[in-house]
Structures are given as structure tokens and as C-alpha cells.
């Protein structure tokens, strides 16, 4: 009887994992269409041929709240030779919380609504979750949390 029912929880297990979409291609970061604030629609692979930063994240999320900051401060220093950055706000409901979170954080990249496709297609079970993603579309890394500013900063300088 026990054997049955750890069989039956390997299986269940395997399903699961079976069922989570990924990319097509292993390393390949998944593409998405996902809204921006004023509701236009933002492609990941509009970016080819740049280095994405992809940051899951939430106004509720207090980690998420103290890497807006870093995330900041990567974007100012590194859009100008070529990167993007992408926040994927997780917040439910209306954007007038976000909005004004970014106002208050003098946040300038884009953020866009995440959707539970993406969170599933990138795997993401926590955050704040930072991905890179290099000029040729491959995920470089994935870095849970954030507070590793400096070691972004040189996988990032590598891709660019």
C-alpha cells in the first residue's frame, strides 16, 4: 500500500512538471506579450538583439520594494549602451497602486502586468525574481532575491 501511494506521488509530481510550458528550445527565454501602463502591448522579442533584464516583482512584496532601488540604479547605468529593463509587476487588480509606487521610487524602465502564463512559463514560485536574458534571446541567469547588485553588474557587462 505505501509503495502504491508513493508511486502515485511520483507520478502526480512528473505531471505537474510535465505540464509547465517552457520555451521550445532549452536556454531560449520564453516570448510574451504583456501590457504596459498605458495599455500598449510590449513583446519580449521586440528586444532582439539586446540584453533583457526581467524583474517579477510586487508593490506588496517588501524584498520586491528594496530592489527597486538596484534595479534602478542597473538601468541608468546600463541602458545607454543597450539594456533593457523590464519590471512584471505581479499586482492584481487596477494599476493606480503601481503607478504610484513608481512615482514615489522615481522608477523610469518599463513595467508591464504579469499574467500567470508568464510567472508559469518562467518558472517563477517566488519574488522578487531577477532573469537576464542575453542579446540572442538565451536565459543567462537567474538570480532569486535580489541584493548580488555587483555580480548583476558584471554578468550584465559580459552580455552587453
Not at 505531471?15 to 495599455?39: E, M, V
Not at 543597450?82 to 492584481?92: A, F, H, N, R, T
Request: net charge neutral; hydrophobic share 45%.
Amino acid at each position: 500500500m505505501f509503495r502504491l501511494r508513493v508511486l502515485t506521488a511520483v507520478l502526480v509530481i512528473a505531471a505537474l512538471f510535465a505540464c509547465t510550458k517552457k520555451s521550445d528550445q532549452p536556454g531560449i527565454a520564453a516570448d510574451f506579450t504583456l501590457q504596459d501602463l498605458n495599455g500598449k502591448s510590449v513583446r519580449l522579442s521586440d528586444f532582439k538583439g539586446k540584453p533583457v533584464l526581467l524583474d517579477f516583482w510586487a508593490t506588496w512584496c517588501p524584498p520586491c520594494r528594496a530592489a527597486v532601488p538596484g534595479i534602478e540604479k542597473l538601468h541608468e547605468t546600463f541602458s545607454g549602451k543597450g539594456l533593457v529593463v523590464l519590471g512584471i509587476s505581479m499586482d492584481e487588480g487596477g494599476w493606480d497602486s503601481v503607478k504610484a509606487f513608481m512615482s514615489e521610487n522615481h522608477m523610469t524602465y518599463t513595467v508591464l502586468k504579469g499574467t500567470d502564463d508568464v510567472l508559469s512559463e518562467y518558472q517563477v514560485r517566488t519574488i522578487p525574481l531577477v532573469v537576464l536574458v542575453s542579446k540572442d534571446g538565451k536565459v543567462v541567469k537567474r538570480y532569486l532575491g535580489f541584493g548580488g547588485e555587483d555580480e548583476l553588474a558584471k554578468d550584465i557587462t559580459a552580455v552587453l
